[in-house]
């Protein structure tokens, strides 16, 4: 019976942005053998190699990268080496772009350090407090967010006056945009929809839960036969969980 392995990366397997602890880095490395283990990251392919090391690359049969707006298969038999098989392109509309500098300007929200929003393949990451914040500026708005709510807030009002995109939270301190439905689930309803129906899904992520950017294809996985979610808070949790699934 066919088993798949779906991980979501930032909070995850690493901690938000940063490279994979080293001793859970090894022990996801020698878990994944003879596994078949894929990435579904709003992250770059770029930036999850930086996370995980080219080792743990190797291992991986695939990694949807920008929400699932681009596909990257490794070639078997050829270590570093990797088809681009599709990509989906995101053109914001110039009111969307205007709209995200006012949240910056009227958020009460004092540390901002530049850089609010980063066009990626099929997607926008955006943030108030920057992509230049250091770890603890980002620890900061963190805990300012978790106590004013300010990134779902800010998800119910762009999501009202932007009907065909889609607004999700995303890492510790971000938002993610995209054309609706073009989500982590497309994966699911599209790369997987051929499966058996007694192959066996699992995924793996920390924000599992609406307006999470995990949420879209946990719904898609439990909706499915034999498909298992397992939410965790961070990759001590997921450590955990590797000695079970």
């Given at each position: 019976m066919r088993t798949i392995y779906l991980f979501d990366v930032d909070g995850t397997l690493t901690p938000p942005k940063q490279k994979a602890v080293e001793i859970f880095r090894l022990q996801f490395f020698e878990w994944t053998k003879d596994k078949e283990v894929y990435l579904v990251s709003g992250g770059s392919f770029k930036r999850l190699t930086e996370q995980l090391s080219p080792a743990v690359m190797d291992r991986i049969e695939?990694?949807?990268a920008c929400m699932g707006n681009v596909y990257y298969r490794r070639k078997k038999g050829e270590p570093r080496a990797w088809f681009h098989e599709y990509e989906h392109k995101f053109?914001?509309?110039k009111g969307l772009i205007a709209d995200l500098t006012k949240e910056v300007e009227k958020s009460a929200y004092p540390t901002k350090t530049g850089a609010h929003y980063?066009?990626?393949t099929g997607m926008i990451n955006f943030s108030i407090v920057g992509t230049k914040a250091t770890q603890d500026q980002r620890r900061e708005y963190a805990?300012?967010?978790a106590e004013h709510k300010e990134r779902e807030a800010i998800v119910a009002r762009l999501s009202e006056k932007h009907a065909s995109c889609d607004f999700v939270?995303?890492?510790a301190v971000s938002i993610d945009i995209f054309t609706k439905?073009?989500?982590k689930s497309q994966v699911i309803r599209e790369h997987f929809k051929d499966l058996p129906q007694d192959a066996i899904i699992h995924f793996v992520?920390?924000?599992t839960e609406y307006p999470g950017n995990d949420f879209a294809i946990a719904e898609a996985v439990r909706n499915r036969g034999?498909?298992?979610v397992h939410s965790v808070e961070s990759w001590k949790d997921t450590a955990e969980l590797l000695k079970s699934i």
């Open positions: 695939g990694v949807f053109r914001p509309n980063d066009n990626r805990a300012y967010d939270i995303g890492g439905g073009r989500d992520g920390d924000r034999n498909g298992h």
